[in-house]
């Protein structure tokens, strides 16, 4: 039974989160943070250098711990904060390290590298 409530909880918190994330909330804090501060893409230029250079590389190509080319990346706005807030493979989680505003930054700035 506690299994059971524990699974339920599980797929509720789960849920929470992926509707969080579909009714374009991040987006809004993407749009808010480019009207407030419209550098927001040269901060994240900043955040991209310190923290994803080292595997992704400066243009995003370095392929390093076999990280993503991020410049044929297709991967939504959404799509990108749940990957940094959750890591993925050899990708560790920028939950602790960055805040909502640093990721959405770094988010609208690594699109800049596709082509
Ligand atoms: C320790 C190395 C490492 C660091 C640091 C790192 N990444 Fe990654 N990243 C990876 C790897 C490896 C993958 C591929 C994961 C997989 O698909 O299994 C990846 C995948 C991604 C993807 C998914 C792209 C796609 O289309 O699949 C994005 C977006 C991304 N990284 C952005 C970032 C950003 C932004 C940062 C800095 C905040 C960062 N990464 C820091 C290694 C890293």
Do not use: W
Not at 14 to 37: A, I, M, P, R, W
Not at 57 to 84: E, F, H, P, R, W
Request: glycine share 8%.
């Amino acid at each position: 039974m506690v299994r059971y409530f524990y699974g339920v909880l599980v797929l509720l918190v789960f849920c929470l989160y992926s509707c969080h994330n579909t009714d374009g909330s991040s987006k809004g804090v993407l749009k808010e943070v480019k009207e407030s501060k419209p550098d927001a893409v040269s901060d994240g230029a900043i955040t991209y250098r310190k923290r994803c250079a080292v595997c992704h590389g400066n243009d995003g190509a370095a392929g390093i711990y076999n990280a993503a080319y991020l410049g044929i990346s297709t991967m939504d706005d959404a799509s990108i904060a749940k990957v940094l807030k959750s890591g993925k493979g050899a990708m560790p989680s920028f939950s602790n390290s960055l805040n909502e505003v640093q990721i959405m930054q770094v988010t609208s700035y690594i699109k800049t590298l596709r082509h």
